[in-house]
Each structure stands twice: as structure tokens, then as C-alpha cells.
């Protein structure tokens, strides 16, 4: 509650804003499909998120705020929930301004009971899946090569053909 009125750190808006005000929705990308995610507008632009998992029926953003509002940088916490019956799907996020509190959080909270579970935490993989990063996470993967060494000789002691290079392909 008091945490939740805390203004963002550096000034920094909630979502992302156009010139008539409005939040714009986030371009996104994941097995093959791209959609644009109007939920992550709420969200801070430049925040250390984590992955809460292991969430019971009883879990909601109050609670989850509850539990991790006594680090100075928490920002927010949601509870993702199923849309057509808005039962908890049993995971959510929690938003740290600063990157310690983040790991600290992670150190402390991790099999900590939340509601009725303990639960498991993971550093969040969101940004992975704007539209950008993923792009430029492909254009990496197609720039680098394998190439294996082609060497080899003869080794008497063991009778077989063992590769006089690196043992690994690699990159280059």
C-alpha cells in the first residue's frame, strides 16, 4: 500500500508514453508469434524483474506486495490470472527499481512461504521477448559459425583416430 504510492525512481514514467499522453502497447514475440501487449504499459521501463513461481489459489497483488514491499525498491507485483475464470494460473512478477534488491530478494525469498506455498524465484526473461531483442538475439545467432577442426592422427596406445586440434568445435 504505502509502497505502491511511492513515486518511480529517476523519474522514470510507468509504461511507455506517446505525445497525447496515452500508454503504448509493447510489441512482443514468442514461438513464432508477435502481438502487442498493452499489460506491460503499467509496468516500469527500466525495472529488475522477478519470476515468482509456486503460487497457491489464495495468491493476489496484495499479497505479493505484502511480501516483498520491505525492500526499498520494490515497485510492484502482479498475480497473472487465468482471464476467463480469474483464478491465480499459480505465477507472477515482482519489480525492483534497483538490481541488489533484486538479488537480495531472490536470496532471501526463495522457498519463503507466500499464501499457502513456498515459492521458487527466477530472474525474468520479459525483455527477451520484445520484438528488438529478439531480433537482435537471431541476427547473433546467425552471425556465428562452428567450424571443426580437421586434423587428426593416429594415436597406437589407444588404436584410435584422435583429433590433433581443440577438442570442441569453434567459434569464430
Do not use: C, I
Not at 526499498?72 to 541488489?100: I, L, M
Not at 525474468?124 to 571443426?148: G, I, L
Amino acid at each position: 500500500s504505502q509502497a505502491a504510492a511511492r513515486p518511480p525512481p529517476s523519474g522514470l514514467p510507468y509504461g511507455q508514453q506517446q505525445p497525447n499522453g496515452q500508454k503504448k502497447a509493447v510489441k512482443r514475440v514468442a514461438a513464432g508469434e508477435m502481438w502487442e501487449d498493452s499489460t506491460l504499459a503499467d509496468w516500469p521501463d527500466n525495472d529488475f524483474r522477478l519470476f515468482v513461481g509456486n503460487l497457491g489459489n489464495d495468491a493476489s497483488d496484495a499479497l505479493l506486495s505484502g511480501a516483498f514491499s520491505k525492500y526499498p525498491s520494490f515497485q510492484r507485483a502482479r498475480v497473472v490470472r487465468d482471464k476467463r475464470t480469474n483464478k491465480p494460473k499459480g505465477y507472477g512478477f515482482v519489480s525492483f527499481a534497483e538490481p541488489w534488491d533484486m538479488t537480495k530478494a531472490m536470496r532471501e525469498m526463495d522457498n519463503k512461504y507466500v499464501g499457502s506455498r513456498p515459492v521458487k524465484l527466477k530472474k525474468s526473461t520479459w525483455a527477451d521477448r520484445n520484438v528488438n531483442s529478439a531480433k537482435q538475439s537471431q541476427w547473433e545467432y546467425h552471425k556465428v559459425k562452428f567450424v571443426k577442426p580437421t586434423e587428426t592422427a593416429y594415436d597406437s596406445t589407444t588404436k584410435r583416430y584422435k583429433r590433433t586440434g581443440a577438442d570442441r568445435p569453434t567459434l569464430r
